[in-house]
């Protein structure tokens, strides 16, 4: 994933993907909201879009920006166990 945020303020411009199904209304919404790019990593679980069983890499994400930014890390998403994920 490659984010593009303003870095005065850190609103997100705009994003692009490969490989990652995502759900473009969501981020449509946080680009009309001019949501920073904080609320869009820590809510990125939201624009997820992939009905079939595939990995989900919002943790690996998070790391990632955390290494590249660390004066603008973001907090971690707690994974959710096997059993959470089946039962809710």
């Not at 609103?11 to 946080?30: A, C, K, P, S, Y």
């Not at 624009?47 to 920006?65: S, V, Y």
Request: charged letters at 30%; proline letters at 2%; zero cysteines.
């Amino acid at each position: 994933m490659h984010f593009v945020f303003n870095k005065k303020d850190k609103r997100l411009i705009g994003i692009n993907t490969f490989g990652i199904r995502l759900r473009h209304e969501v981020f449509d919404q946080w680009l009309t909201d001019g949501r920073n790019i904080g609320h869009v990593l820590k809510n990125l679980k939201d624009a997820h879009f992939d009905p079939e069983f595939h990995l989900r890499h919002e943790t690996e994400i998070i790391e990632g920006f955390n290494r590249k930014f660390p004066t603008d890390s973001v907090g971690s998403v707690a994974k959710k166990s096997w059993l959470n994920k089946i039962i809710g």
